[in-house]
């Protein structure tokens, strides 16, 4: 039974996803601007490891460290972009078809996404948690691939059916992240279909370690694992907020899963080269990687 801070959560969510719904969507992605930029000043445990972790970003290939005032403007614009991505994500199923088609483009990727869909063996996206991939999902329902992806699960209940039923409302097919996600996952591999999976954060605890931005970090092994076992072509994947109100989507060729030895050395082999490409990805457009977790093993949030 859900305690009452989980029900007041779940009220709170629920009344202010249905309010950012019915507000164009521009209008309420300013307003998060605007608080994610304010709140992005404030100094806690989550600015920190925000901090750090960009930091990390925007250091790479430097000798000298950045300027203390740069950084600070980077995590406000960190916190900002944030914002943006819930406030995009409640008014997302109150856009009609047309109008998330025309705010979205699919700037590289298309044909690579179909070439690995006429296989008939389905085909696995893998993504950062960098901008708003639930507008990618959205759209390649759109253009016909329905994709399914896994969720955390939420508490209480009643505000992950919420979530659920939200994110189904825009074409995007969701599975919770629990004991029976791997035989969804296969299952719709099975049949053909097209899988999403977030793959720059452990979430389980249970990931494997290899080289991401420059340092090690757990991450998890789930998409080479797919890959490798169902032949599944395995394709990197990002969708940028911006520019100005609209979003941007890559989807690259996809990566050699080719088995050549053990299982478990060739799951190793594949994340990191799926890893490489995050990492690139993430670089672009660093105050879109929305990861309030210090994902290294060595820790950047101390």
């Not at 403007?73 to 972009?81: N, T």
Request: aromatic share 6%; net charge negative; proline share 6%.
């Amino acid at each position: 039974m859900a305690s009452d801070a989980d029900r007041r959560r779940y009220l709170l969510w629920r009344s202010l996803g249905t309010v950012l719904e019915q507000l164009p969507v521009g209008f309420a992605v300013k307003v998060a601007e605007a608080v994610g930029w304010t709140i992005g000043a404030r100094r806690g445990p989550a600015r920190s490891i925000a901090e750090a972790n960009l930091r990390q970003l925007v250091e790479h290939g430097s000798d000298e460290p950045i300027d203390q005032a740069v950084l600070d403007r980077w995590v406000r614009r960190y916190v900002a972009s944030y914002a943006r991505y819930w406030a995009e994500g409640a008014t997302l199923p109150g856009l009609t078809p047309g109008g998330l088609h025309q705010a979205i483009e699919l700037v590289e990727g298309r044909e690579e996404l179909d070439r690995a869909m006429a296989l008939g063996r389905g085909a696995i996206v893998a993504l950062p948690h960098v901008g708003s991939w639930e507008w990618g999902g959205g759209f390649l329902a759109r253009i016909g691939h329905p994709m399914l992806a896994v969720a955390e699960e939420l508490e209480p209940p009643e505000l992950f059916e919420w979530f659920i039923a939200k994110r189904e409302a825009i074409g995007l097919q969701i599975t919770p992240l629990d004991r029976n996600a791997g035989k969804v996952l296969l299952s719709t591999l099975s049949d053909g279909g097209l899988v999403g999976l977030l793959c720059d954060r452990d979430i389980t605890g249970d990931g494997i370690e290899v080289e991401l931005l420059g340092r090690r970090a757990k991450v998890p092994a789930g998409p080479a694992t797919l890959a490798l076992r169902t032949g599944a072509p395995l394709l990197p994947g990002v969708v940028y907020s911006g520019p100005g109100g609209d979003h941007c989507a890559h989807i690259l060729p996809p990566l050699d899963t080719e088995r050549r030895g053990r299982l478990r050395e060739d799951v190793t082999r594949v994340t990191q080269a799926l890893s490489d490409e995050m990492s690139g990805l993430i670089r672009r457009r660093p105050e879109q990687w929305h990861v309030f977790s210090d994902p290294f093993v060595d820790g950047t949030g101390q």
